[in-house]
T-cell receptor, first 112, second 109 residues
Framework: GAGVSQTPSNKVTEKGKYVELRCDPISGHTALYWYRQSLGQGPEFLIYFQGTGAADDSGLPNDRFFAVRPEGSVSTLKIQRTERGDSAVYLC??????????FGPGTRLTVL | RKEVEQDPGPFNVPEGATVAFNCTYSNSASQSFFWYRQDCRKEPKLLMSVYSSGNEDGRFTAQLNRASQYISLLIRDSKLSDSATYLCVVTDSWGKLQFGAGTQVVVTP
């Protein structure tokens, strides 16, 4: 079946701009996670949704980062006033409850 | 100090040889443990869960030592296709996944 999909696959933006990254989880998966992976590092947790609500947003680095999942399926990660340090691969994962997390291919964000 | 620490490698392994590497974790309350595999510029994929009694999946063997807080992965009869970065993953006290930075394995002909 279809796995987790993320769009765009690559995003280049200028410092100070606003970006939205989209994640389409596996159909029926109630849990959705966002991670950020910098070069040479493992994925770092950002936020976790159970259904429509953010169950844990403790990994969001600051208030420029926000994520929504209004209908309990697709999620959007929003970054305001982007900074060069935001450049990374943003990974989305979904799971059925607390079962195995399946990752999407990621969005490679480059802030110039 | 990082919650999960791994030797970054690379471990250069001749095809057919055995390679083993560990990771250490700092949170004694961690309940679940995994190895994920990540190919270059691809997403992480679950390789195997790690159980207290140790477990095998084909050529891969994982061990957990709770007392010393380390996890190991052993790959037997290495294949060229085993070349990847292996991410050690533990859950924190709230069940969130915490990743190590990965150990790179390069299998050579």
């Amino acid at each position: 079946g279809a796995g987790v999909s993320q769009t765009p696959s690559n995003k280049v933006t200028e410092k100070g701009k606003y970006v939205e990254l989209r994640c389409d989880p596996i159909s029926g998966h109630t849990a959705l996670y966002w991670y950020r992976q910098s070069l040479g590092q493992g994925p770092e947790f950002l936020i976790y949704f159970q259904g429509t609500g953010a169950a844990d947003d403790s990994g969001l680095p600051n208030d420029r980062f926000f994520a929504v999942r209004p209908e309990g399926s697709v999620s959007t990660l929003k970054i305001q006033r982007t900074e060069r340090g935001d450049s990374a691969v943003y990974l989305c994962a979904s799971s059925q409850g607390e079962d195995t997390q399946y990752f999407g291919p990621g969005t490679r964000l480059t802030v110039l | 100090r990082k919650e999960v620490e791994q030797d970054p490698g690379p471990f250069n392994v001749p095809e057919g040889a055995t390679v083993a590497f560990n990771c250490t974790y700092s949170n004694s309350a961690s309940q679940s443990f995994f190895w994920y595999r990540q190919d270059c510029r691809k997403e992480p994929k679950l390789l195997m869960s790690v159980y207290s009694s140790g477990n095998e999946d084909g050529r891969f063997t994982a061990q957990l030592n709770r007392a010393s807080q380390y996890i190991s992965l052993l790959i037997r009869d290495s294949k060229l296709s085993d070349s990847a970065t292996y991410l050690c993953v533990v859950t924190d006290s709230w069940g969130k996944l915490q990743f190590g930075a990965g150990t790179q394995v390069v299998v050579t002909p």
